[in-house]
């Protein structure tokens, strides 16, 4: 089959080739993949040199969002049958024995191998994947929705798990790509009041997101964004989540903050952060985190928030390629010409 493939670490080395066909393992399905989401990452690891501390081992088929058809099925499994609607969570396997698996914190054990990083993900026409990371998608939910469920239970990871969001707080969120447009949704539905702060570049996204009610929406480059902020915030957020990658949107978020808040990183920044910890935090006694990925809950959350978001979800979804024009599709995320972009495998 012909799949997208990160040959090796140097910048650009991701090529449409010849892959065996997956056959499923003990416990293992094999997915006819007919959506699978183009995330930033994917991108930017693909214009980007690998180096040791780089979360690709190429080569191997990139793609960490996807849904599709049971295909076939491993020895071992009797709760799955051919022709299944599913998606699948992005971990492929992990130890089983250290603190954070016995946590259920799967997304940080030491020896996790994620689906598009260390095993092969879902930008092929098939892609095995283990049982327990498999979900039923509702048959009202169209495949390319359900590729947007993995950036979903990231947002719920970060939302609920590492914020601990809840009704009436103030929530702040820089950055209206898929991921800020989804935290700001899952927070609107715990009934937090939301601003989603972007550029002028990102006006249809913020336009998106008051279409469907999930938060009030304001350009940083506005004239008045400072006083308007002041009078919004008062004494500052609750909690404010960093989805924008950029620097200067964290050095603002913590000043936005209010007093024993909370800060939340999920874009990958790469500059340093000169942080002046008497002042920044220890004065407000803030709270300054991060988010990666999803953990199992996260999924069952998602799936349960599913139905009343379905509809933003499938709006979000701007541009569709087959995978032969996977370059086009990166291009297009790359410029941020669109919102949510999607590959189908399975019309190579």
Known sequence: MQALVRASSESEDTHLREVPLPSPGPGQVVLKVEAAGVCGTDVEAHLQSLDASSRLAPP??????GAGLVAAIGAGIDDLDIGDRVVAETTFSVCG???FCVRGELNLCPHRRGLGSKANGFFAPFVAVPQGSVHRLPDSIPFDVGAVIEPLACAVH????QARVSGGETIVVFGPGPTGLLIAAVCSTLGA??????????RPRLELAERFGVA?????????FSDWISQVLGLGADVVFECSGKLSALETALGLVRPGGRVVVLGEIREPLVLHTQVTLLRKELTLTASKSSVPRSWDRALELLPPLSEMMGAMITHRFPLRRWREAFETVERGD???VILTPAGV
């Not at 970060?158 to 798990?161: C, H, K, P």
């Open 97 to 99: 024995k250290c603190r």
């Open 158 to 161: 970060a939302v609920v798990d």
């Open 193 to 202: 009041q939301v601003l989603l702060l972007g550029t002028s570049h990102s």
């Open 60 to 65: 191997v088929v990139i793609g960490h969002e």
């Open 216 to 224: 009030r929406t304001l350009s940083v480059e506005a004239d008045h």
């Open 338 to 340: 669109g919102i949510k």
